[in-house]
């Protein structure tokens, strides 16, 4: 059972995840939790136990140092989700549902072989906006694995527990499978990389139907499956903008055709009526936006589309942010698949994120309110993934060894020296003046520009447990720092400690 799990489940052999639940809860109502990669091989020893139960659970990048993989995943983060209606409309797909921990999807897609990344998220996404979830989570999140701060985002594993597991395989009927179950339908499922290329989500008599020539993916998916009530008004309304755009001679009664083809109770004639009336009166542009559009999204295939949204293509979104935890740390912003890399400052103002994500990938944001901003920062730091920085990328450790090469450097033979750039030690003390060590480690560049001298005198002495003293050398009142000098050969013991986040600073 281990050897085939991992087989099927393999990813980046260089690192795991783990998600870690917090005892404080969201407004949401789930418990708040911390979700961090650890740079070391996943061993055979973590994928038993996330089968046996243990916890956290195991969490696997798919993306390989190689930009593959061998699955891909649609996280559908809903509560009460309904499994069987997923099911229902991808029953012609070759696409496995498994229920998430908090009852959401984890929406599958297996191959046999390792294929390209960038492969599987095209695909992912035509499927995602098929099923009306175009706005959920595609994983693995990036094209390419290139990014030397990031080793990608990882997906906690289906059946934890693995006999009493609530992280299961539904077959056809919604019901729950047995891992031995699954791996027979993966068996059935899993597609050749050929067979991944060709994949074709729409029905071909569909995706071939004269009536949906030209037309963006989000009606086409929408119209496809039949629109049901509830949907009616906004997509009818959404429909007028193409019918006029491809019939401009006779698409009032086009209006009338359509509502009776693919709408599962076709609206009264009046409503198509006061709907033609009111498209009738100026050129809109299409509701991506909002819903239904925005669920079925798929921009980039409609801005090729001859009535898509062309040069209204909606603006590019941040999918996912990533933590590189080192001191500042810096945030790995994902695109649609590519990695915008900055720090707090620049994540905090839509303005400064913008130029870096011109100057790194070449797409260009439209202006963004602070307030949305903030809004849209506040959602996507509470599943934000943490990688962890070497040590020596810490603020603590390197003032630490800056200062041990200072006092070290040229050590004082009496306290007089401390006047000469000197540090002098006696007595199980060592003293120095503030001015010579920041001039040390300003000229060195070891440290941020936001790290005043004020500052990082602060946070050396409650480090380090330093003092500022007043002390007669040389008969001159001469001010200090005198700092234990065991504590300069003592680990330095880390407390977690929640930081603000970016949005979360004033």
Request: proline content about 5%; aromatic content about 10%; charged content about 30%.
């Amino acid at each position: 059972m281990l050897e085939r799990f991992k087989e099927i489940f393999s990813g980046l052999d260089t690192a795991y995840g783990r998600t870690t639940k917090l005892n404080k809860l969201r407004q949401d109502g789930k418990h708040e939790t911390e979700s961090k990669i650890w740079r070391q091989p996943p061993t055979d020893d973590l994928w038993q136990e996330h089968l046996d139960g243990e916890e956290p659970g195991l969490g696997i990048v798919p993306i390989t140092k190689q930009s593959t993989c061998k699955w891909g995943c649609i996280d559908i983060d809903q509560y009460n989700l309904n499994h069987k209606e997923i099911i229902d409309k991808t029953k012609d797909l070759p696409t496995i549902l498994f229920r998430s921990k908090s009852g959401g999807g984890h929406l599958f897609l297996f191959t046999k072989e390792w294929v390209p990344a960038s492969l599987m998220r095209i695909k992912l996404k035509m499927i995602a906006s098929f099923i009306g979830y175009a706005k959920s989570e595609i994983f693995p999140k990036q094209d390419e694995n290139k990014s030397e701060k990031s080793v990608g985002s990882y997906l906690n594993l289906p059946y934890h527990n693995v006999n009493r597991t609530v992280r299961y395989a539904f077959n056809d009927k919604a019901e729950a499978m047995r891992i031995e179950e699954f791996f027979a339908v993966y068996d059935k499922k899993a597609l050749t990389e050929s067979e991944l290329l060709t994949l074709n989500i729409l029905k071909k008599e569909k995706d071939q139907n004269d009536d949906f020539q030209g037309i963006p993916p989000c009606l086409k998916s929408i119209l496809s499956q039949g629109v049901e009530m509830g949907q009616r008004n906004e997509t009818l309304f959404n429909l007028s903008i193409y019918v006029k755009k491809r019939f401009p001679k006779g698409w009032e009664e086009k209006m009338h055709e359509y509502n009776k083809k693919y709408f599962t109770n076709p609206l009264d004639f009046q409503e198509v009526n006061n709907t033609i009336k009111s498209a009738a009166d100026k050129e809109y542009k299409y509701g991506c936006g909002k819903s239904p559009l925005e669920n079925f999204c798929d921009s980039k295939k409609c801005a090729l589309q001859e009535f898509g949204v062309g040069d209204d293509t909606p603006a590019i979104q941040i999918n996912s942010i990533e933590k590189y935890d080192s001191d500042p740390p810096i945030y790995i912003a994902w695109i649609d698949g590519e990695a915008v890399d900055c720090d707090d400052v620049t994540l905090h103002d839509p303005e400064k994120f913008s130029v870096a994500c011109m100057n790194q990938t070449g797409k260009i944001m439209l202006p963004v309110a602070k307030i949305v901003w903030r809004k849209m920062l506040a959602k996507l730091f509470t599943n934000l993934q943490i990688t962890e920085a070497p040590e020596s990328s810490k603020l603590d450790v390197r003032l630490k060894d800056a200062f041990v090469k200072f006092a070290s450097r040229a050590p004082g033979k009496t306290i007089s020296d401390v006047s000469k750039y000197k540090a002098f030690t006696e007595g199980g003390k060592t003293i120095f003046k503030w001015e010579f060590f920041w001039q040390s480690v300003n000229n060195s560049n070891l440290f941020d520009r936001k790290y005043t001298s004020v500052k990082l005198q602060k946070i050396f002495c409650d480090l380090f447990s330093a003092k500022e003293k007043s002390k007669k050398i040389d008969n001159k009142t001469v001010r200090v720092i005198e700092v234990p000098a065991m504590d300069l050969d003592t680990p330095i013991i880390r407390k977690n400690v929640k930081k603000a986040a970016p949005f979360e600073v004033h």
